[in-house]
């Protein structure tokens, strides 16, 4: 995944479906988040970042699926 905003629009979208965890950029361009949450909301996240936002070019989505921590408050852009 990458693209201009990409991280913006996965925080907007973690506010709307109310899960938590971060996201971030990696150094070769790519974006990397941790999704934790009601099991519905994590599948339309998933959604939601298979699309991406207009200027954003998704050409690839890895999912792993893990028990979840419940350590996280809120959602970041890290």
Do not use: C, K, Y
Not at 2 to 26: C, I, K, S, T, Y
Not at 29 to 46: C, K, T, Y
């Amino acid at each position: 995944m990458q693209g201009v905003g990409f991280r913006f629009h996965v925080l907007e979208a973690a506010r709307v479906e109310n899960v938590q965890g971060w996201v971030r950029n990696l150094p070769d361009g790519s974006v990397e988040a941790l999704i934790e949450g009601d099991r519905e909301a994590v599948l339309r996240m998933e959604r939601r970042i298979r699309r991406g936002p207009p200027s954003a070019r998704v050409e690839n989505v890895e999912i792993f699926d893990d028990v979840p921590t419940g350590r996280f408050d809120g959602f970041s852009v890290r």
